[in-house]
C-alpha cells in the first residue's frame, strides 16, 4: 500500500505563495495520476489539481486556475502544488492523493471517489 505525506503547508499572508509537496513510498509511483484535494472546517473535501502520470497532463478547479501549479517529479516520488496570490479562502487542510488507475480519463478526475489512497493532509492559513 502507498503512504502519502504531505508538507509544506503554514501561515501565510493574503497575496503570498506556498509549494506544497506530497512524497510517496513506493517504486510505481510514477505509474498513477495524483492529485491535491482541500477541506476547510465545516466543508466537504473538494478537488483543486490533478496530474497524469507523465505530467503531460494537468486539470484544475476554477478556484485555483491562474494561481496553482500542480507539478512531478516521478525520480523523486514526489508531486507538488505551487500555490500563488493566496486569498483567505484558501485556507484549509490540504490533502494529495492516488488516482485508482482503473478510472480512465474519461471520468472526471475531481471525483473524490476516483481516489484511492490519502495522505494526513498539511494545514494552510491565509490571513487577510
Known amino acids: 500500500q502507498v503512504q502519502l505525506v504531505e508538507s509544506g503547508g503554514e501561515l501565510v499572508q493574503a497575496g503570498g505563495s506556498l509549494r506544497l509537496s506530497c512524497a510517496a513510498s513506493g517504486r510505481i509511483f510514477s505509474s498513477y495520476a495524483m492529485g491535491w484535494f482541500r477541506q476547510a472546517p465545516g466543508e466537504e473535501r473538494e478537488f483543486v489539481a490533478a496530474?497524469?502520470?507523465?505530467?503531460?497532463?494537468?486539470y484544475y478547479a476554477d478556484s485555483a486556475k491562474g494561481r496553482f501549479s500542480i507539478s512531478r517529479d516521478n525520480a523523486k516520488n514526489t508531486v507538488y502544488l505551487q500555490m500563488n496570490s493566496l486569498k483567505p479562502e484558501d485556507t484549509a487542510v490540504y490533502y494529495c492523493?492516488?488516482?485508482?488507475?482503473?478510472?480512465?480519463?474519461?471520468?472526471?478526475?475531481?471525483?473524490?471517489?476516483?481516489?484511492?489512497?490519502w495522505g494526513q493532509g498539511t494545514q494552510v492559513t491565509v490571513s487577510s
Open positions: 492523493a492516488r488516482r485508482n488507475p482503473l478510472y480512465s480519463t474519461g471520468t472526471s478526475y475531481s471525483r473524490r471517489d476516483s481516489y484511492d489512497s
Open positions: 496530474i497524469s502520470w507523465n505530467g503531460a497532463n494537468t
